[in-house]
Nanobody, 122 residues
Framework: QVQLVESGGGLVQAGGSLRLSCAAS????????MRWYRQAPGNQRERVAT???????NYQDSVKGRFTISRANDENTVYLQMSSLKPEDTAVYYC????????????????WGQGTLVTVSS
């Protein structure tokens, strides 16, 4: 069974930093794009950042220059370094892998982590 497990959320003051991690586990051969989404109370889930298997990145405008997505392909892990945090960054952050190639079970589509809560106090 393939799983994504996030960690690193917590409470931080405005202007502070946090680093989120998301590890993919299971019989994984490779993971294509890896993405971070977030969902604040009462809001729709929104994509924050994407990193391809080759390391190309893309960010939502509101986090450009403050957040950095990276990955360790040998560990099937993706990170989100968040700096200069603002109260409006408060949300549950989710890791997402649209396509995971496995050993023995083919391609697994649309895998989500359970989420990790980030709270930024003013």
């Amino acid at each position: 069974q393939v799983q994504l497990v996030e960690s690193g959320g917590g409470l931080v003051q405005a202007g502070g930093s946090l680093r989120l991690s998301c590890a993919a586990s299971g019989s994984i051969r490779s993971v294509d794009d890896m993405r971070w989404y977030r969902q604040a109370p009462g809001n729709q889930r929104e994509r924050v950042a994407t990193i391809t298997s080759g390391g190309n990145t893309n960010y939502q405008d509101s986090v450009k220059g403050r957040f950095t997505i990276s990955r360790a392909n040998d560990e099937n892990t993706v990170y989100l370094q968040m700096s200069s945090l603002k109260p409006e960054d408060t949300a549950v952050y989710y890791c997402h892998a649209p396509r995971i190639l496995t050993y023995g079970k083919g391609v697994i589509y649309d895998t989500w982590g359970q989420g990790t809560l980030v709270t930024v106090s003013s």
